[in-house]
């Protein structure tokens, strides 16, 4: 298994365009989610989803979108980047959405980073 | 806003055990601890969980106290590769939605030193 893939690794953005970061998967997990992290700060969660189909808003969600038509993917999409959107972003996901395992953790992709000029 | 209290950082000698401490005492009775580390700008890694007793792996060992609002990490070990941030979190084991997200805080960033 490849586990949690992300791309790019690196992006510079000007101010106003817009991406989408991707995220995968190949273990089959319902539960995926987003996360930036800023310099000497934790990670907060930027948007989740519980499967296919299903998306919710976490702690900071503005100025990003999802969508979750498939498994495996979930990218994440700044439609009109700005500064403040320059941070490390990371994709987790794990087995089950209802966390009823004996083991139930979040395995995380290599992260992307972005900077916005 | 995390649920949990830890020192901002902590040095330990190679070999030596570390001992990272967190305090969760708003902490409820569905509630697990669990640890993940980042190492350098890496994604962050899972290391343990527990609910009341203490939990033992091939990575570390977590004892958590009878009243459950404090727990500690200890990595009995350490080496210059254990050198991360550590994040204690607490988190519903159960859950439906936002309850299973992980809240981060600023973790411990733990400083193995030869």
């Known amino acids: 298994n490849a586990g949690v893939t992300q791309t790019p690794k690196f992006q510079v953005l000007k101010t106003g365009q817009s991406m989408t970061l991707q995220c995968a998967q190949d273990m089959n997990h319902e539960y995926m989610s987003w996360y930036r992290q800023d310099p000497g700060m934790g990670l907060r969660l930027i948007h989740y989803s519980v499967g296919a189909g299903i998306t919710d808003q976490g702690e900071v969600p503005n100025g990003y979108n999802v969508s979750r038509s498939t498994t495996e993917d979930f990218p994440l999409r700044l439609l009109s980047a700005a500064p403040s959107q320059t941070s490390v972003y990371f994709c987790?996901?794990?087995?089950?959405?209802?966390?009823?395992?004996?083991?139930?953790?979040?395995?995380f992709g290599p992260g992307t980073r972005l900077l916005v000029l | 806003d995390a649920k949990t209290t830890q020192p901002p950082s902590m040095d330990c000698a190679e070999g030596r055990a570390a001992n990272l401490p967190c305090n969760h005492s708003t902490i409820s009775g569905n509630e697990y601890v669990y640890w993940y580390r980042q190492i350098h700008s890496q994604g962050p890694q899972y290391i343990i969980h527990g609910l009341k007793n203490n939990e033992t792996n091939e990575m570390a060992s977590l004892i958590i106290t009878e009243d459950r609002k404090s727990s500690t990490l200890i990595l009995p070990h350490a080496t210059l590769r254990d050198t991360a941030v550590y994040y204690c979190i607490v988190r519903v084991q159960n859950y439906g939605g936002s309850q299973g997200n992980l809240i981060f805080g600023k973790g411990t960033k733990l400083s193995v030193k030869p």
């Open positions: 987790a996901s794990s087995y089950s959405k209802w966390g009823a395992r004996a083991q139930e953790t979040q395995y």
